[in-house]
């Protein structure tokens, strides 16, 4: 191969130009943890439960997409009271027991499943249900439930995937499967391949080697068993393969995902050629290559490889799965006339030597990198965001996690916290956020209890004082309004005061509530430019809704209180948390307006009610109505409730103002009854 003599700039420039389109180095491991820390919050949240385990695989956990590139998010839930075995030499008791089997039907990468008796490892023949159906052999194997049951009401299936779309654009595939956690006996051959150039490492071969893998309920599209077969999915591994990529490889591998969207797909259809084929193709040409070539200087020469080595590929018709090198991962979309035309476009793209990219539109790459070229001492915008969905699913997470733990720890089982957060470990720092949230509602509760049981005095208030100071920074607002309630409840006016300008001056427009429908999506980009931890993203940038449990009564807001019965009645019942919600800004506006600013106070609350557009604005409302009829302005609260009750005409709290405000007109008329 030929190399022109501007290749080894051009390469240069380019790496400087997806630099500023959000892939450099530090904000490429931001976004990784960022998608670890949401897996861990998730299984947090629900794991306790829930007998799923949810782990995020693709372009998201792998950080290989842009904000423009757009790539789906990919979930795999695995039940986790079913053990999959490899030999009955490893049974273990457990309520669902399935042993993994290959015989002469079974295509390369796929495998039954066959059931094993619970209380004995003894394989099971001749049973058939709904369940389980009889092989060609007699054996009892498990149905594939691909159409058995989804995960949620969804537009579209993809093979064993649920795919939920979003009008923003993302859509989420979600995958139920089974998970093994011993290295499948075929794919054996992988561990024991020799590797000319040492990749992967004899470590990230022992580490994948541990994970073990995931059997996705789909069969194989040519087979006659389609319907017991489960497809050998190594999905772990390739996360862990794809992270120890250098930052050349990287990069190349996100080019190759964006010439494949913007020049194959159109001409090709979006199944023939999938951004997966591009990750097997970089797998295969690192392990086949020297590490020297993956440097900068050599960009759009490893591009170049990488097609020419794709199209021989397609020329033979047979592409080798990087893990199972028997199964063809063109059987059934490459041939015929597509494997034609794809050869001589191929074929096109790699003959422009390069000049092709100029036209990729994905983040304005091709636009950029012309500039560059024509003038290389050009300032190019820098990009290096974590799109805003990532951070509206951190956000969520937190909150979800975080009411979890309140509801569990606290109503049920307090000895729930101990020993949860770890002093070490890739989720540390979400554990050490979490812990900040956890203390302020800890303290919050204790304090309640103080309140209510005055027997315990003033001991127990300074231990909630403590825990209240511990959880000051969680966030925005959340744990400054649970300490300025306690200050009011101390009638410590001065320090409460001085906590809500605090709050007031921080809760900028560059806040942006977890709860809202419409994130301020620009200006949390913005932040993200400051390479902010995610600590700091959280603690200086986000105010998330407080929540009040029922067994806080005694140390919350008095227009609050209504808001914990209007669920079923009786605030013990804890099923819709929604009946606890309020936002932050409210509560601060609130408690303004009790002590200071009053006029001030309720204009602000009247503005960000107009100009936000809030999901639970019904509470919003009813806390602006309670505010007005404490000044007197009884016409416009009940106004305001009426506006409430249109919004949200069951469950609401504004019929118990409402009630209120009724009963105290036939009072002052004498009607009373």
């Known amino acids: ?65 842009t904000m423009t590139l757009n790539a789906d998010l990919d979930i795999i839930y695995y039940q986790k009271d079913i053990s999959v075995l490899q030999d009955l030499q490893n049974w273990r008791h457990g309520p669902e027991i399935y042993l993994m089997i290959i015989d002469n039907t079974t295509p390369p990468g796929y495998v039954k499943l066959q059931a094993v008796l619970r209380n004995q490892p003894i394989a099971v023949c001749h049973v058939q249900n709904s369940y389980l159906m009889l092989d060609r052999y007699g054996q009892s194997v498990l149905r594939n439930f691909t159409n058995m049951y989804k995960i949620t009401t969804a537009d579209e299936y993809h093979g064993p995937a649920t795919t939920i779309k979003f009008p923003s654009n993302l859509s989420i595939d979600n995958v139920i499967a089974l998970r093994s956690f011993s290295w499948p006996y075929a794919v054996s051959g992988w561990i024991t391949r020799q590797r000319q150039h040492n990749w992967p490492s004899r470590e990230t071969v022992s580490i994948i080697q541990q994970s073990g893998a995931l059997l996705v309920p789909v069969g194989h599209k040519e087979s006659d068993y389609k319907h017991v077969e489960w497809r050998i999915s190594l999905s772990y591994g390739e996360k862990v393969l794809v992270w120890q990529f250098n930052h050349t490889q990287y990069k190349c591998y996100v080019l190759l995902k964006m010439i494949n969207k913007y020049f194959i797909k159109p001409k090709f259809g979006e199944n023939a050629v999938t951004s997966y084929h591009w990750k097997t193709c970089m797998f295969w040409m690192i392990e086949c290559t020297p590490a020297a070539l993956w440097q900068p200087q050599n960009v759009l020469r490893c591009i170049d490889l990488c097609l020419r080595e794709f199209c021989t590929w397609v020329e033979k018709g047979y592409y080798p799965n990087y893990f199972i090198p028997s199964e063809n991962m063109f059987l059934g979309t490459v041939h015929g006339q597509i494997q034609r035309n794809l050869i001589y476009y191929l074929r096109h793209l790699f003959g422009q030597q390069g000049r092709y990219l100029t036209r990729i539109p994905y983040d304005g790459v091709g636009q950029k990198l012309i500039i560059a070229c024509q003038s290389p001492i050009t300032e190019i915008d820098d990009a290096n965001e974590i799109p805003h969905f990532e951070v509206r699913w951190l956000k969520t997470y937190v909150w979800i996690a975080w009411f979890h733990l309140l509801k569990e720890g606290i109503q049920e089982n307090p000895c729930i916290f101990k020993g949860i957060f770890p002093s070490h470990g890739v989720r540390q720092e979400i554990y050490t956020i979490l812990m900040k949230f956890v203390c302020s509602s800890l303290g919050s509760h204790l304090a309640s209890k103080c309140l209510e049981q005055k027997i315990i005095g003033q001991e127990g208030l300074d231990l909630a004082h403590e825990f209240l100071l511990l959880g000051l920074f969680s966030d925005v607002a959340s744990g400054k309004l649970k300490l300025a309630t306690f200050y009011l409840l101390q009638n410590n006016v001065i320090l409460a005061e001085y906590i809500l300008q605090n709050i007031a001056k921080n809760y900028t427009f560059l806040v942006s509530n977890v709860q809202t429908e419409d994130t301020t999506v620009h200006v949390m980009l913005s932040i993200i430019n400051f390479n902010l931890s995610t600590t ?81 604005i019904d509470t919003a409302l009813n806390l602006l109505a309670y505010c007005l009829k404490k000044d007197g302005f009884v016409a416009h609260s009940y106004i305001i409730l009426y506006k409430s009750m249109k919004r949200k005409n069951h469950h609401n709290a504004a019929k118990w103002q409402m009630a209120s405000l009724i009963n105290a007109a036939f009072r002052l008329v004498g009607c009373s009854y």
């Not at 130009?17 to 861990?40: F, H, P, S, Y």
């Not at 407080?546 to 669920?567: D, G, K, N, Q, W």
């Not at 408690?591 to 809030?614: D, F, P, S, T, Y």
Request: one cysteine or more; a neutral charge.
């Open 536 to 616: 700091e993203l959280i603690r200086d940038f986000s105010a998330f809704p407080v929540p009040y449990l029922p067994s806080e009564i005694h140390c919350t807001p008095e227009a609050l209180i209504p808001e914990m019965f209007r669920s079923t009645g009786l605030y013990k019942d804890f099923s819709d948390p929604r009946s606890d919600l309020c936002q932050s800004w409210a509560v601060c506006y609130h408690m303004q307006n009790k002590i200071i600013h009053k006029m001030v106070a309720l204009g602000n609350m009247i503005w960000v009610i107009l100009h936000e557009r809030l999901k639970y």
């Open 1 to 65: 191969m030929e190399i022109p003599d501007y290749y080894k700039d051009v390469s240069l420039t380019l790496m400087r130009v997806l630099d500023t389109a959000g892939l450099r180095e530090d904000a490429r491991w931001k976004r990784i943890n960022m998608c670890l820390q949401c897996e861990g919050l998730q299984n947090m949240a629900f794991g306790a439960k829930c007998k799923m385990s949810v782990h995020v695989f693709g372009s998201k956990a792998e950080a290989t997409t």
